[in-house]
């Protein structure tokens, strides 16, 4: 994601606008509207003989109509399995029925129907810390946050906790948190985050690994035989803005895969609870944190139990993935695939700030639809070797669900699936002179795109020190397909800009992540640049064109963790 170099002589404006509720009627008006308007917005074509020189045909004009229909409040902030989403997917289908693309998705249409599970939790929801004294029932929204939830996630009768550290076994930095002690059947409490280091090489320093996700500190816990994870956000930093935001974020539904639908605990604890916990069993919640940066960290039994009571408002209901094909032209290389993805999704309507409670998502990823859209029209007037699937998928705020049901019910062999180019935070900040391949270290599409670079006059460089490094990659779909062993990338700009220094740039970066990203804020009134949306959308092309028509096709590094995934997966032709 990035953030408009004007936003902060805007943003007062921004928190004074207010936008009024929308009617029923309204939205039902709106709902035809948006299919009568589809079935005209279009450029869908251009002279043959210029079909080779495809890039000088970028339709701006396009982009910015797919995007005042994506981003506008009468979709509602397309959230996973609402109205406004099932919208959302009918117009992108008419799109790319528009540019003659075929549909490839279930029973011959476009769709790819998936079965999720939703919940909200209610607030009689009820999380009990028993003493030997007393007992703390504590509130959800001020006391915990639930991550994960539904009736399966209840904890009748209490249970025994245990501190766990970190909540972290790494074998290559000769770390584990579980070493001398049993979770089984208990409780984990553990820090948000992971050790302190200032070492790039053990845990990347002052980044975050895979380590520092909640989901990841849930799984190790689960696979000991552990109940559930408590959490303790930030606690070498925590503030109450940082607890609201998580609140405001997570207050949302959760949807899940049915499959995966989670029978085990996990929520976020107040540190302030943490600390009553902690201080019945002995210990204090600052010396802790003082320990964490001298690198003393241990675990240890806790002299409480924990029962939890959830109350859930639940659903199961269909969602859609919107599938096109756009087949090669070599019959050596017709059956195999670039697979370029969006996702449709955001967040929906959620608590209201100043007034306005949707969600619009502009940027994340109205954009990068609108983009893919485009770029499904003009690689459907190229000449490809290779196959190209365009992938709109749903659920990826949910936990990347659409692409993770992509790969697990792909319509041809994830084996013949050579790459997949994913299209989430397109630059709009100002021309840039660099790019960075979000995953790129692990494969040599690394190499595509220093292939790509010099023509397009830009350098490829990596993520500022600032910035999380390899927690980037693991944020958006690219990592569904990695999981089943493709290689992906994802390109997204580098805060180095023609007309802002870096650290300009890195300073509104910052502030859009802290007052733009995941909030209402994000919508129609945002100014783009529309040089650096055409100069990346080039981009996108040129590396598309790159993949589909290259005899070779892309491989993971000797050394990547996805390398023996995709060799199985070759061997088994699956």
């Known amino acids: 994601m990035r953030f408009s170099g004007s936003f902060l002589n805007r943003r007062s404006r921004f928190y004074q606008s207010q936008k009024r509720p929308i009617s029923l009627i309204e939205i039902g008006l709106c709902s035809i509207w948006l299919l009568l308007i589809s079935l005209m917005v279009t450029e869908n074509s251009f002279p043959q003989e210029n079909r080779f020189d495809v890039t000088q045909q970028i339709s701006i004009k396009n982009i910015k109509k797919h995007i005042s229909i994506l981003a506008s409040d009468s979709l509602l902030g397309r959230g996973t399995g609402t109205d406004g989403a099932r919208i959302t997917a009918g117009y992108i289908s008419e799109q790319l029925k528009n540019y003659g693309i075929k549909p490839f998705g279930n029973n011959g249409g476009y769709y790819q129907q998936i079965p999720l599970h939703g919940s ?42 245990v501190f766990a550290g970190y909540g972290i076994s790494a074998p290559e930095f000769d770390y584990n948190d579980y070493q001398s002690i049993d979770v089984e059947g208990k409780i984990v409490l553990v820090f948000g985050g992971e050790p302190y280091s200032q070492n790039q ?63 085990n605990f996990l929520a976020y604890i107040h540190p302030r609870v943490a600390n009553k916990i902690f201080s019945a069993s002995g210990y204090n919640l600052d ?60 967040l929906g309507i959620g608590s209201a700030v100043n007034g306005d409670s949707i969600y619009n998502g502009l940027t994340d990823n109205a954009l990068g639809v609108a983009v893919l859209l485009e770029l499904s029209r003009l690689l459907k007037l190229s000449n490809l070797k290779r196959s ?14 659409g692409s993770q049901y992509f790969v697990d019910n792909s319509p041809v062999p994830v084996s013949s699936i050579v790459t997949n180019l994913n299209i989430d935070g397109v630059a709009f900040i100002d021309k840039f002179k660099d790019v960075i391949g979000l995953g790129s270290e692990y494969s040599d599409l690394n190499k595509i795109l220093l292939k790509i670079a010099s023509p397009n006059n830009i ?8 910035f999380e490094q390899v927690e980037s990659f693991y944020k958006s779909d690219q990592l569904s397909f990695a999981k089943a062993g493709i290689p992906s990338i994802n390109i997204i700009d580098a805060p180095h800009y023609e007309n802002y220094s870096e650290e300009e740039s890195i300073l509104m970066i910052r502030d859009y992540f802290e007052n733009i990203y995941h909030s209402p804020f994000d919508d129609l009134n945002q100014k783009l640049n529309w040089e650096a949306i055409l100069q990346h959308t080039k981009i996108l092309f040129d590396f598309s064109i790159e993949v589909t028509n290259s005899e070779k096709e892309p491989e993971w590094n000797d050394d990547s963790p996805f390398m023996n995934i995709r060799l199985r997966s070759k061997y088994l032709k699956k």
């Open 120 to 161: 909200y939790a209610l607030p009689q929801s009820l999380l009990t810390i028993h003493t030997d004294s007393e007992k703390h029932e504590l509130n959800l929204g001020d006391d915990y946050i639930l991550l994960k939830h539904g009736e399966k996630t209840l904890i009748s009768k209490p249970v025994d906790m």
């Open 459 to 466: 350098e490829v460089s990596q993520i500022p020190n600032v």
């Open 388 to 401: 190209v699937i365009v992938l709109f998928v749903t659920g990826e705020e949910k936990g990347l669900l």
């Open 201 to 263: 090489k053990y845990f990347a320093g002052e980044n975050n690994t895979i380590y520092s996700y909640p989901e990841a500190k849930h799984r190790l816990a689960i696979a000991r035989g552990a109940r559930g994870v408590l959490v303790i956000p930030n606690p070498f930093s925590f503030n109450e803005t940082n607890w609201k935001r998580l609140n405001d974020e997570l207050s949302f539904e959760d949807v899940s895969l049915p499959s995966t639908t989670s029978s």
């Open 287 to 346: 010396d802790l944190i003082e320990n964490h940066y001298k690198n003393k960290l241990k675990s240890f039994p806790l002299k409480v139990n924990i029962s939890f009571k959830g109350v859930f408002k639940e659903r199961e209901f269909l969602s859609s993935n919107v599938i096109g094909l756009i087949s090669g032209n070599d019959k050596k290389f017709e059956k195999t695939y670039l697979v370029l993805s969006a996702h449709y999704d955001h």
